[in-house]
């Protein structure tokens, strides 16, 4: 007899911290060169968080979320999904919800 383990696909949260005010463009500078480079977040990913109106880096470089900045789920470079949570979004259950159904939706079709 031989037994098979099965693993079960899952959408992997990422948790965020956004800002609850809204920052000046003059205070808001580039992201650190290397900032998420080692994940598996793809570039088009990175490159609609990295825009000014979703996230920033301060003078210290530390990096801030747009408190309306809530991407969809996305399947990563290593062919699991992913779905970026951001605190304020939490709140919303609703959008919550939409996106997990959405990440839930990637794997269910084969996607991930």
């Known amino acids: 007899m031989s037994i098979t383990k099965q693993t079960a ?8 911290i956004q800002d609850d005010f809204d920052t000046p463009n003059e205070f808001k500078y580039p992201h650190p060169d290397n900032y998420l480079s080692q994940t598996n977040t793809p570039k088009e990913i990175l490159d ?3 825009k000014k109106e979703n996230s ?3 003078e210290k470089g530390n ?6 900045f809530q991407p969809e789920p996305f ?3 290593d062919g699991e999904v992913y779905l ?4 304020i979004s939490m709140r919303t259950n609703s959008l919550f919800m939409k996106n997990m159904n959405a990440g839930l939706e990637l794997i269910e079709r084969g996607v991930a």
């Open 9 to 16: 696909k899952t959408v992997k949260m990422i948790g965020f």
């Open 48 to 50: 609609v968080m990295k």
């Open 56 to 58: 920033w880096a301060d």
């Open 63 to 68: 990096v801030h979320f747009s408190r309306d």
């Open 75 to 77: 399947m990563g470079t």
């Open 84 to 87: 970026w949570v951001g605190d």
